[in-house]
């Protein structure tokens, strides 16, 4: 029996259909406010639209993804520049092994890198995984959105965390994008050992 082997590495384009694989059981659930899965063309738009500024890794098994995590924008306006809001995915079988805490460890890594200073998750609730993941990465709860959302023939909260990522003493420098950065300094993190 071959020993499993997980590796972690930065999406591309070509990873759409996969991604897309990997996502399309969440529409079924509450964990995504989505109804109608996207296309392979849409994901395939959605990942080039956020590679070229933050992290959207993919989490391997022997070559083959089995989840994915990535950052994006919190809000649009210009102040909000150091503020994301951080997503995750994994197949279902993966699910419940550790692999979130190690994805999200890797990209709470690269966002202090860039220089973001906030990173925010919001969890549909009730998700007892996700809550015991966001409070052992070390975010706290900053409110609890009631019934924000409908989806599945109910009224749904969405608690807010939060986790601080930089210094506040000062004003800050521009977020670097991804494509920026070291290639030694994200590889080192994407490829460490934790």
């Known amino acids: 029996m071959s020993e499993l082997v997980y590796t972690f590495r930065l999406a591309t384009a070509a990873d759409a259909e996969a991604l897309q694989a990997i996502y399309a059981p969440y529409i079924e659930t509450s964990i995504t406010f989505e109804c109608t899965c996207p296309s392979v ?3 395939r738009k959605r990942i080039e639209e956020r590679v070229c500024m933050y992290p959207f890794i993919v989490c391997e098994e022997n070559g083959k993804p089995v989840g994915y995590a990535y950052a994006s924008r919190l809000f649009a306006r210009e102040a909000y520049a150091w503020a994301v809001e951080l997503s995750v995915y994994f197949a279902q079988d993966f699910r419940g092994r550790g692999l979130g805490r190690v994805i999200y460890k890797k990209l709470l890594d690269l ?3 860039q220089g973001v200073r906030s990173a925010h998750g919001k969890v549909t609730e009730p998700n007892e995984k996700s809550d015991k993941l966001h409070l052992a990465m070390g975010f706290r709860l900053v409110g609890v959105m009631d019934n ?3 989806k599945l023939g109910q009224w749904r909260d969405v608690a807010h965390y939060e986790k601080l990522l930089g210094d506040f003493s000062c004003p800050p420098a521009p977020v ?6 070291d290639p030694e300094k994200v590889k080192a993190i994407l490829e460490g050992v934790e």
């Not at 670097?176 to 950065?181: K, R, S």
């Open 41 to 43: 063309e849409e994901f």
């Open 111 to 113: 966002l202090t890198l």
């Open 148 to 150: 924000v959302g409908f």
């Open 176 to 181: 670097v994008p991804i494509t920026e950065l």
